[in-house]
């Protein structure tokens, strides 16, 4: 993995109602931006997964989930964001485990009550047969009551970490059924039983029509199964899952299926204040996430196991085949996405499906996905897009004095002005940021001044005396496109 923690996620392509949940979760969590991003992302996918399908332009139809992955090392709050952001799936997981606590317990009451019924009906034919007594009515009721028999309720989970192929495949069972598999330990994921078999989770990505597991008693059959798959990791253990699975990983394409991320840390930044922490846009987002699931259970209750099929308008299909053929002219060898084609192959297919979520969830009137949401999508998997290629792929190298500048204003923006600094001191910066080489500071320095990104001032400026300050001009940092 090459390491860049200073490329800028871009929470401007979000709708105004999530990017302000995230913003909010970042002023009260202060974890990173991208971290964040990726639990409201998974969020979504398994919000919408089981309403919608996407009709892509090329006449594919995909389904409405995501995989995400997101490297964080220890202490980056994975946990607390995870939480906070999915509590309300969390809630309905534990809401549906009480439920069928309290119907296993009726279930038992009434087996108990068949069995006992049962017995008299068997006891009656055993006195008949033996007195030589005509049976025909009682092997009648013998047969309605069988067809009484209880039936055992199933736990309905939403959220699995590890689970083994079997276990997800009874979950799977059914018509429609839909579960995802996440942890803010993401070892426990890469670990577990699902990912020793990486094309069931290959196949699961692509809703299949159907899915089977051959056991000796009998086949476990899913038809239309939808599986979201999220995990955080922390940067070593990641490492270690490619060095022992990660050749197997690419060339399957399992990585390729995933939005994956490592963000700048915000550690040494999480400065904490006496004001209580104000939630005023998270519940709205936990209140978009209920209504989602709500109404999902309402329709599997009445036995309506379909989606609806999203498709786009005719400007955001020509913006799509746009994009698609600028993708592909860069795979042929040599080409800039050549080392990455994995998962360049599949980046438009995840810009669909990302624009149909963020469809369904800003509650967008019809089934039409516009030119806008088409848009907002594809720069935000731009952003995984550039993600991907600095830990997996191979690029051209950049000079060393637009890489220090680069690596310098992505610090500032996102160490600084995320956090709501419009300044920062000089020599912290010059200390604690990316460039230790004083020479190459200094040049990194000079060329933001040059281009108008940033401006020195001394504490006492008329004096020209006291700290120098790097104040940041709000033009360009308020519209960072890195």
């Known amino acids: 993995m090459n390491q860049n923690h200073y490329r800028v996620f871009p929470a401007h392509a979000l709708y105004s109602g999530v990017a ?8 009260n969590v202060k974890a990173p931006d991208a971290l964040i991003a990726g639990a409201i992302f998974t969020g979504m996918s398994i919000c919408s997964q089981g309403d919608i399908q996407i009709l892509l ?3 594919q139809i995909t389904p409405g989930l995501l995989y995400v992955a997101t490297a964080a090392d220890s202490g980056e709050r994975k946990t607390a964001t995870d939480k906070l952001v999915l509590a309300p799936i969390y809630a309905r997981d534990a809401s549906n485990a009480m439920q069928f606590e309290e119907a296993k317990a009726l279930y038992q009451a009434d087996l108990r009550y068949w069995k006992i019924i049962d ?3 068997q006891g009656k034919l055993v006195k008949a047969l033996n007195k030589g007594h005509e049976t025909t009515q009682l092997r009648g009721e013998l047969a309605d009551h069988l067809k009484t028999k209880p039936r055992k309720p199933k736990l309905r989970r939403m959220i699995y970490q590890s689970v083994t192929e079997r276990p997800l495949m009874e979950a799977l069972e059914g018509d429609g059924n839909c579960v995802a598999i996440l942890s803010d330990e993401g070892s426990i994921v890469l670990q577990g039983g699902a990912t020793q078999k990486l094309g069931i989770l290959n196949k699961a990505w692509d809703n299949p029509s159907v899915m089977t597991f051959d056991r000796a008693d009998g086949n476990i059959v899913a038809r239309n199964p939808c599986v ?12 270690e899952f490619l060095n022992k699975r990660g050749e197997i990983a690419r060339q399957s394409g399992f990585l390729a299926r995933f939005l994956v991320c490592w963000p700048a840390s915000t550690q040494g930044f999480r400065y904490l204040s006496l004001y209580d922490p104000v939630w005023e846009h998270l519940p709205k987002l936990h209140q978009r996430m209920n209504e989602l699931l709500e109404a999902t259970a309402a329709r599997r209750a009445s036995g309506d196991a379909s989606r609806r099929t999203l498709s786009f308008s005719a400007d955001a299909k020509n913006l799509f085949v746009t994009l698609q053929n600028n993708v592909e002219s860069k795979l042929r060898d040599g080409g800039e996405l050549a080392s990455i084609r994995d998962f360049a192959s599949k980046s438009m297919e995840i810009v669909g499906r990302m624009a149909g979520i963020m469809h369904n969830f800003e509650g967008i009137a019809g089934d039409v996905i516009n030119c806008e949401t088409l848009q907002r999508a594809q720069e935000i998997v731009s952003y995984y897009f550039e993600e991907y290629l600095a830990l997996f792929g191979a690029r051209p ?9 680069n690596a310098l204003g992505d610090y500032l923006h996102t160490k600084y002005w995320l956090n709501g600094a419009w300044t920062a001191p000089r020599n912290e910066v010059r200390k604690n940021g990316p460039i230790r080489h004083q020479g190459r500071f200094e040049i990194a320095i000079q060329r933001h001044i040059a281009v108008g990104n940033i401006a020195l001032r ?6 020209r005396k006291g700290r120098l300050w790097i104040d940041m001009n709000p033009a360009v940092f308020n519209n960072v496109r890195r």
């Not at 798959?229 to 990641?238: A, G, N, P, R, Y």
């Not at 190298?397 to 500048?405: A, E, G, I, N, V």
């Open 458 to 463: 001394h504490e006492q400026q008329l004096k």
């Open 397 to 405: 190298d950049l000079p060393q004095d637009q890489k220090d500048m």
């Open 57 to 59: 332009p090329t006449g």
């Open 119 to 121: 017995k008299a009906i």
């Open 228 to 239: 979201t798959v999220s995990f955080m990791i922390q940067e070593k253990l990641f490492q």
């Open 20 to 27: 302000n949940a995230l913003v909010e979760m970042r002023a």
